[in-house]
């Protein structure tokens, strides 16, 4: 699977930002596609998935609420809508793909595709 994530950018604190990831290759019955990322100084952290096996989503604590994840009807294109968005939430953000049949969450030595990153700035 080919991942190019894109829509980055900087914003205030309370702003929002919309992701994509556009995907190639893949197999629409084994795709689950997660948005995750690093700040810097930290570990790389999931912050949502979505399976095209059954639209289950997941996301982390810190972004519930605020953050929406969905997929266009071919499965081409994966979005990451950011509201409120805030400080913390400053990070390059990397989307991946697991080949996956089945539902979010799903561990992420299972996501084998990455794409590039993008860079998500929050000032405040």
């Known amino acids: 699977v080919q991942l190019q994530a894109s829509g980055g950018g900087l914003v205030q604190t309370g702003g929002s930002l919309r992701l994509s990831c556009a995907a190639s290759g893949f197999d629409l019955e084994y795709l689950v596609v997660g948005w995750f990322r690093q700040a810097p100084g930290k570990e790389r952290e999931g912050v949502s998935c979505?399976?095209?096996?059954?639209?289950?989503?997941t996301y982390a604590d810190s972004v519930k609420g605020r953050f929406t994840i969905s997929g266009d009807n071919d499965w081409n294109t994966v979005y990451l809508q950011m509201n409120d968005l805030k400080p913390e939430d400053t990070a390059v953000y990397y989307c991946a793909a697991a080949p996956v049949k089945g539902s979010c969450p799903v561990p992420r030595p299972v996501y084998d595709d990455w794409g590039q990153g993008t860079l998500v700035t929050v000032s405040s």
């Open positions: 979505i399976s095209a096996t059954d639209g289950s989503t």
